[in-house]
């Protein structure tokens, strides 16, 4: 499920999160289908840099009303049943049920700082990028070099004191 720090600090309030729009990735048959070979592990990372690109659409929004929001993508990891598959938006997208219980995140996937300014402009540009423009998919680039850090669900509140 993408998210933001924000959003990371409502889930740890809250003991849930909702998704936006109830939209998050994952391996689905259709992503599996769109690739030629991978395993099981390979097509989980494929879902996961998607919902780390959806990530910096949700940062973007919040940087126009807070320029001041940290500038790292978020992507929260979940075993859960129920899901609706979405191909007609894309191989790995799906729809929820409802909200996610912190009790049912398997980790948790972030920017680590040094990635910030990178993460901040490829935000700015990540519509243009959308829309094909080659300079905004470069910006993009440099921010998707960056890897997110992993944690386990119960560091996240000690990180988010940390930040």
Do not use: C, N
């Amino acid at each position: 499920m993408p998210a933001t720090v924000a959003m990371l600090r409502r889930l740890v309030a809250d003991g849930e999160l909702a998704a936006v729009g109830g939209t998050a990735f994952a391996l689905t048959p259709a992503l599996r289908e769109s690739y030629a070979s991978g395993d099981t592990e390979e097509l989980e990372y494929a879902a996961m840099l998607d919902a780390a690109r959806a990530s910096l659409r949700l940062l973007a929004a919040e940087l126009e009303t807070d320029e001041k929001a940290q500038a790292r993508r978020a992507v929260v990891s979940a075993d859960l049943e129920g899901v609706q598959l979405r191909p007609d938006l894309d191989a790995a997208v799906v729809k929820l049920a409802g909200p996610v219980p912190l009790l049912r995140v398997a980790a948790v996937h972030l920017d680590l700082e040094a990635a910030e300014p990178a993460v901040r402009a490829a935000a700015a540009v990540i519509d243009a990028a959308d829309l094909g423009d080659e300079d905004a998919e470069f910006t993009l680039g440099d921010a998707e070099d960056h890897e997110l850090a992993w944690y386990a669900p119960q560091e996240l509140p000690f990180l988010l004191e940390l930040l």
